[in-house]
């Protein structure tokens, strides 16, 4: 449950070549498909070179990563976001979906890590929020068979596309904020069963690739 909760930071994810490629392919794919995000919160999965490079990333970081999130193996296809003035990624909270914490099962969605490729001019700030509040969590908890310690909490999932009354729910919830301000080209990594966000571009563009980081099965 300790890693669902955690934050932890890969300063320098990937190098500069690295870096101005991964902008070339992306731009270049961005260019041939006019792909334009329908809402704030909406992904567009990366073409392949993008997904290489991001791979080779991962790989690298793995020991950093694991410092904080040990059960962490692999990570899913990267999805793009693209933000302007005015956008932002209100309060949503992932989970551990049911089926995803027995033992034997699937790989397990531990964290999830957030590439920044080009920080808005103002605002765009990642955040995550904490709360001691019991409304967050689910009667779920991992049984003798589960790969969690028996016991284990499971927070509620309240998505970016939840209906009224679980965002109703959320905003209800007294909760603080823990902004971050990374260096250029750093990954934020956090866990599964934290709130998080993105604060309102108030100039320039924000750019970001995000993917869910898996333990095994």
Known sequence: MTETLAVQTVEGFLTPD?????????????????????????????????QEILAAGVERALPAVRRVFPSVTTATPWDYHDLGPGDRIEPHLHGVEEGMDAAGGRPQRVARAAFHLWEADEGGEFYVETASSEALWTDRTAGPGSAFLPGTRFAREISHHAGPEATAALARVPRTRWTSAPPTGTAVVYGAQLVHGVATVRAGRLRKLITNLLSDG
């Open 18 to 50: 690295e870096t101005e490629r991964l902008t070339k392919f992306l731009d270049e794919h961005l260019a041939a498909t006019g792909w334009r995000p329908a809402r704030p919160s909406d992904g567009l999965v990366a073409p392949g070179g993008v």
